[in-house]
């Protein structure tokens, strides 16, 4: 249906008043912001139910392709800078994990796992555990900031019994901070475990953050074991507050365990 004569005119009167010396100025209702909907529906002329419909839906698409589109550049623009991974667990079992913190490990995310005790029989030997907590933590991921953006992951072994050997307390932690370097951020690793004593044979000893390895004969239980240890391949870095063999090919008990990486680099900008 073509538009009415003076629809132009009509128009044009609701926007523009007149002051009182004959100069045209934006109205106050003109100047009010009015929704999309009830704009077309004042404004566009009687063109049909079924066009309008269409009209307005248009609109909507438009503005869903766009925010659309928007979430996917950013998305893309993330995955091309890199990402970072995190993982921690308080002990492992021959294979069985306990309190385990991000257990996909990539990407990294803020979690938190925590056991009250675990326990089993492994080369003869009963194995006791006290509380075991596990954390992660993605940080400034959103905002890349110098010293602020960081992927973490720590855990902590309370206390531990393997057949006559007590452990003390057993922690270790991992983090990629993003730092300045030039005109650039790029990820600096940190890392630290500890081991609080050990009691063999009925003496104590003080183990404290130094790598270290022993010999688990005196104990009869055979193999041997690693205090503080780090593994480090590429961008990835494991670290081990205690690390038991008891004869196999892979190690038998690990007491609170984090581990860290990243690819490409996720502190960068653009």
């Known amino acids: 249906m073509d538009c009415p004569p003076n629809a132009a005119a009509a128009i044009a009167g609701r926007l523009y008043g007149a002051n009182r010396k004959g100069k045209k100025t934006m109205s106050v209702q003109a100047r009010r912001p009015r929704r999309s909907r009830e704009v077309l529906h004042r404004y566009v002329p009687r063109i049909g139910s079924v066009t309008r419909t269409v009209l307005l839906t248009g609109i909507a698409a438009v503005t869903l392709a766009a925010s659309t589109g928007a979430a996917v550049s950013a998305t893309a623009a993330h995955h091309h800078r890199g990402k970072f991974s995190c993982e921690a667990w308080g002990a492992d079992l021959a294979g069985a994990t306990f309190a385990v913190a991000n257990k996909h490990y990539t990407p990294c995310f803020t979690k938190h796992g ?57 922690t270790s932690s991992a983090t990629y901070r993003c730092v300045a370097k030039g005109s650039k951020l790029v990820p600096k690793l940190k890392f630290h475990s500890n081991v609080a004593y050990i009691i063999a044979n009925g003496k104590k000893q003080k183990i404290g953050s130094k790598s270290q390895t022993k010999k688990l004969g005196p104990l009869g239980l055979g193999g041997i074991i690693r205090f503080n240890r780090v593994i480090k391949s590429g961008h990835t870095v494991t670290v081990r507050a205690v690390e038991i063999d008891l004869g196999g090919k892979k190690p038998t008990i690990i007491l609170a365990q984090s581990r860290v990486s990243y690819t490409g680099n996720p502190c960068a900008k653009k």
């Open 114 to 170: 925590r056991v009250a005790k675990a326990g089993r029989t492994l080369g003869g030997a009963a194995v006791k555990l006290g509380v075991l907590t596990a954390n992660t933590e993605m940080k400034g991921h959103r905002v890349i900031r110098a010293g602020k953006t960081k992927a973490l992951a720590s855990a902590r072994t309370a206390k531990a019994k393997i057949g006559t050997l007590k452990i003390g307390a057993a």
